[in-house]
């Protein structure tokens, strides 16, 4: 963790786990371009760096699969820290 953020990477996956630190400065992690990148990726976890778009894009998957196949759709994702951490940004 302290590797990735020392180089301004504060995203890092353990499988699809997100774990964010907070850089404690503005980065251009949420950009159009990486809405985009993200959303045309057959597979964000191993295509493209860690991010919480990957995350968002795999609950989103599953959702529409769920309703094409005609289930009733359930997803969560859980945004946890303490005070400052972050959570509000991510």
Do not use: M
């Not at 599953?62 to 094409?68: F, N, T, Y």
């Amino acid at each position: 963790l302290r590797a990735r953020f020392d180089r301004d990477l504060p995203y890092t996956l353990c499988g699809q786990i997100c774990v964010s630190v907070n850089p404690f400065k503005w980065l251009p992690l949420y950009t159009d371009e990486r809405v985009k990148e993200y959303a045309a990726a057959d597979n964000p976890f191993s295509e493209l760096p860690p991010h919480l778009y990957a995350i968002a894009h795999a609950a989103h998957r599953r959702l529409v699969a769920a309703l094409e196949a005609g289930t009733p759709p359930s997803q969560s994702v859980l945004v946890s820290g303490e005070s400052g951490a972050g959570k509000t940004e991510a």
